[in-house]
């Protein structure tokens, strides 16, 4: 269900609806992803749509896969089609009502064709030119190889578990204000006199930054993090680079008109 909050004009006929609506509408019945109903408002002009979908399960908590793309269906539907954000999906106006209230929704029927969410999710970005993400699959040739690899990203999210922890603890104690290793306001990581962990001192630099941009309650942006890390990298690399060039790959987009 998606609730179109763009008025059009009285009467209740699909010439009614705006302008931009009934184009959107033939945009979507010419790729076959047109709603099964459509209900106008005989007042205003403003009108819902009904897609028919295979059933949506969730578990006990109202959660799972098919809730999330079911959201994520009916966002981008009600994204392109001017939709109210503030509806609320769990009441809508019924195809099937037979009274004589003056203001009762007109229902016109289209089809009788059910969606597969993801069909219908892709279809409409496709028609939209939004890319579709496709989520890798994996595939491990035995099934000790698949345990090795949970282990191993087990044991990395440990890490970055206790990096963050320290992080947080050295930032609340203002232990980095003390740090002898502390140039330009990075705390440079050794690996042996002379020669600085470059990657470990930038990647926890930029960690600390976004602790602190968090704790300002300012946004953790890419450009911040990105500017952070390679700050932190070029630091390292001009006080222990131990006669290595820098490797410090380019991570950030070509200049818009360069």
């Not at 998606?2 to 009285?10: E, S």
């Not at 019924?94 to 016109?108: E, I, K, N, Q, V």
């Not at 044991?155 to 609340?172: I, N, P, T, Y």
Request: charged share 25%; net charge positive.
């Amino acid at each position: 269900m998606v609730d179109i909050d763009l008025p059009g004009d009285a009467g209740g006929h699909p010439v009614s609806l705006n302008n931009q609506v009934k184009e959107k509408f033939s945009q979507l019945i010419a790729h076959y992803l047109g709603p099964a109903w459509v209900g106008i408002n005989p007042v205003n002009g403003k009108c819902q749509a009904i897609w028919l979908i295979d059933p949506v399960y969730a578990d006990a908590s109202g959660q799972s896969r098919a809730m999330t793309l079911l959201a994520a269906a009916t966002h981008d539907l009600g994204q392109w089609l001017g939709h109210d954000s503030h509806f609320s999906h769990r009441f809508s106006r019924s195809p099937f009502y037979t009274g004589d209230s003056p203001t009762a929704y007109r229902w016109y029927r289209q089809h009788h064709r059910v969606y597969r969410l993801a069909n219908l999710l892709s279809g409409v970005r496709a028609m939209t030119g939004q890319e579709s993400y496709a989520k890798p699959r994996q595939q491990f040739s035995s099934g000790r190889e698949l345990i090795m690899a949970v282990k191993a990203r087990r044991e990395e999210a440990e890490r970055f578990k206790a990096l963050s922890k320290d992080v947080e603890a050295e930032l609340a104690g203002h232990l980095d204000q003390y740090d002898p290793e502390l140039i330009q306001g990075v705390r440079v990581l050794w690996i042996r006199e002379g020669r600085a962990a470059r990657d470990e001192t930038a990647f926890r630099h930029a960690l600390k930054t976004g602790h602190r941009l968090r704790q300002a309650g300012q946004r953790m942006t890419d450009a911040a993090i990105i500017d952070a890390y390679e700050h932190a990298y070029t630091v390292a690399q001009e006080v222990g680079a131990d006669g290595r060039k820098a490797e410090l790959p380019p991570m950030k987009g070509p200049t818009p008109g360069k």
